[in-house]
């Protein structure tokens, strides 16, 4: 047991490392509490209005889709900790400013409008940087480790966010929530500060500085001559826009489906927080970059699990369900997200990481505004089963796809004693020629 939560916990190991995830936790706390205030506040101001909920969603990530490649050119170009420092100083003065207006009484739509697109302006540029650090954080061995205990640490922050959110806007209202979310960026801030620079693995900086000047336009076009790299991509495309919408249909469904309050609503996006934690330490264990098999099978679990979410008939039914959806959703996010950064240049880190960035969060904004109007047309249980199916049908696409580029056929292993997360049953075998994986 010892020796497994060693391996689990391998890169707390290094102080940077340390001092990024500490710093990383406590922020995420702060975050995810503001993300259920804030949701609450817009409730409350539209008379429970789906499409408002959706708006907002829409502008916080639209920023993503338009900026976030070029934060990946910056990502590739200047110093990260630098870069992220001032993101996270941005953040703090977002937040703190807008606890201040929400106790002032002088809170309206518009300025919850403008503090979400205000947010989403410093998240396309902080999230590619952030992804694409990490690797000089730990060095290339200790990578999948450090993704998945970010992963961990988000999750974690999951469970803990909305849990406090939920006690707090019951107890004190909305204002102290995002108070407290501007706080916690001071030890984001901390973290940062009090790194080693000369520890870090900055291999991919001294490319970017000695070289020409990293364009856009050279990160796509890596990407899409890399079909191992192109794949998981466009499945998190699919996946995000369609699926990943649960910080919309959750709040929804508590206020309308079971007519609940803001801890009923802390409840469902916890267990889909704890699932996503068990998903997160799962993938920790991993130490060599996810193969193509465990990206599509993961997703495909997801979605079947989503399907039935959509479906639950009670509150307690679907608080069950969503455990394992949590689960396969990180843990399909994971290997997809370890199969890109593994597999690319330290120099086009960067700018790969932001398009990964930008079609998983990007299409939030599309996403949001679909599952808006689906929520008002067709109530919200229709929003959760559609994006479960679009994904199940996602991940059975990428899936032939990926044996009709290699001329395979399909053969079908049952192995009834050892049956291990991540590991297919279905497989591809060549027709003619041996498979390269």
Known sequence: ????????????????????????????????????????????????????LGAVTALQF????????????????????????????????????????????????????????????????????????VSELVGPKLLPNAISLNATAFNTARIVGPAVAGVAVAAFDVGPVFLINGISYVAALAGLWFMRPADLFRDG???????????????????????????????????????FNFQLTLALIAKTVFETGAAQFGLLTT?????????????????????????????????????????????????????????????????????????????????VMALYVMVFLGTTPLGALLVGWLSSTFGPRPSVWVGGLASLVAAGVAFAYRCWRRDLRVHVHLHPVRMHVGEARTMCVPAARPAVR
Do not use: C
């Open 1 to 52: 047991m010892q020796a497994r939560l060693n391996s689990t916990f391998l890169s707390l190991k290094v102080r940077n490392y340390r001092l990024f995830f500490t710093g990383q936790l406590v922020s995420l706390i702060g975050w995810w509490m503001q993300a259920i205030g804030q949701d609450w506040l817009v409730l409350d101001h539209t008379d429970n209005s789906a499409a408002a």
């Open 62 to 133: 639209a920023p993503v889709l338009l900026f976030t490649l070029y934060g990946g050119k910056l990502a590739d170009r200047y110093d990260k900790r630098v870069l992220l420092l001032i993101a996270n100083a941005i953040w703090t003065v977002l937040a703190i400013g807008m606890g201040v207006l929400v106790l002032s009484g002088g809170v309206t739509l518009g300025a919850i409008y403008v503090f979400a697109f205000l947010l989403g302006l410093v998240n396309a540029v902080e999230t590619p940087v952030r992804q694409a650090f």
């Open 205 to 243: 900086l001294k490319v970017a500085k000695d070289g020409p000047a990293p364009r856009i336009v050279d990160g796509l076009r890596y990407v899409w001559r890399r079909p191992d790299l192109a794949l998981p991509i466009a499945l998190v495309l699919v996946i995000g826009l369609l699926g």
């Open 271 to 351: 267990a889909l927080a704890v699932g996503a934690l068990g998903g997160a330490l799962a993938s920790t264990q991993r130490r060599a970059r996810p193969t193509s098999a465990t990206v599509l099978g993961s997703a495909a679990i997801f979605g079947a699990l989503e399907t039935a979410v959509g479906f639950a008939p009670t509150f307690a039914s679907m608080v069950v369900l969503l455990l394992p959806t949590g689960f396969f959703m990180v843990y399909f996010a994971q290997a997809a997200n370890q199969r890109v950064q593994l597999g690319t240049d330290a120099a086009l880190r960067g700018r």
